[in-house]
């Protein structure tokens, strides 16, 4: 229901149109939500500074830091660098991820829908890249001579994706991406998600994104991202096994 409410509010101000070329219709989408990915990663191979904030009346309630480490083909490390989790990792590799605790033996497998707080999920922070866990097609008329949004609706194409579908919201010309409603596999609104945007080293990047569950009126979780910048971590800490042996390891 939250997704059918979502989905007929974008259409509301638009007239459907059938493209009669269905896989360049769905080759152009895909497009844009290439050229939307990267105002948030900004090389293939990153660290990225973040601050996960959890606010309650306008508030700040709680505040962690993490390094997150990037490498092509979906690998991510994600290091807390707060010190009541110091030594707390996850690793997500493919589809697959694991939590490793500093005073555990064994990586434990856990899912992208992890809390780490408030309403950021460990896919929310370990993930920049739509284009890659899935699909795009159009669920409103795309035009260059309008200046309407480009909406699109995300489909998942693989298992370790975060959510099931996720209708997403494209500036035109530019692509920069404004908002996003996040389903479930039940299709339940899990949470929609603002970014901001501000320019770092003389390029448009997304600053903070922004969630809110639609329940908790109140409160909000902002992701912001401090620093971004090209990074190559040794593909050893990319291993649980290696992790689990080296507990207390410092990436230089």
Do not use: C
Request: without cysteine; aromatic residues 10%.
């Amino acid at each position: 229901m939250y997704k059918l409410i979502f989905l007929l509010t974008l259409l509301a101000s638009t007239v459907p149109h059938a493209n009669p070329d269905t896989n360049a219709a769905a080759e152009n989408a895909d497009s844009l939500v290439k050229a939307a990915d990267e105002y948030r990663q900004t090389a293939d191979e990153i660290i990225v500074s973040t601050v996960v904030k959890r606010y309650k009346h306008n508030t700040l309630n709680r505040e962690r830091r993490y390094d997150v480490y990037i490498k092509p083909d979906r690998k991510s490390l994600v290091i807390s660098k707060t010190p009541s989790e110091k030594g707390q990792k996850v690793l997500m590799l493919d589809d697959q991820f694991w939590l490793l605790l500093p005073k555990t033996k064994r990586p434990i497998r856990i899912t992208p829908m992890q809390k780490l707080m408030g309403e950021a999920s460990i896919g929310d922070v370990a993930t920049l890249k739509w284009h890659e866990d899935y699909t795009a097609e159009y669920t409103s008329t795309y035009d260059k001579s309008k200046s309407g949004n480009n909406e699109l609706l995300l489909k998942a194409k693989r298992k370790g994706a975060t959510y099931s579908e996720i209708a997403l919201s494209l500036a035109p010309k530019t692509n920069v991406p404004l908002y996003a409603a996040l389903f479930l596999a039940s299709g339940k609104l899990a949470k929609t998600a603002y970014f901001e945007i501000t320019t770092k080293n003389g390029r448009e990047q997304v600053s903070k994104m922004i969630l809110k569950d639609g329940i908790n009126k109140n409160q909000r979780t902002e992701i912001e991202y401090i620093e971004n910048k090209p990074y190559s971590l040794h593909y050893k800490y990319f291993n649980p096994a290696y992790l689990a042996r080296n507990p207390s390891l410092a990436i230089q």
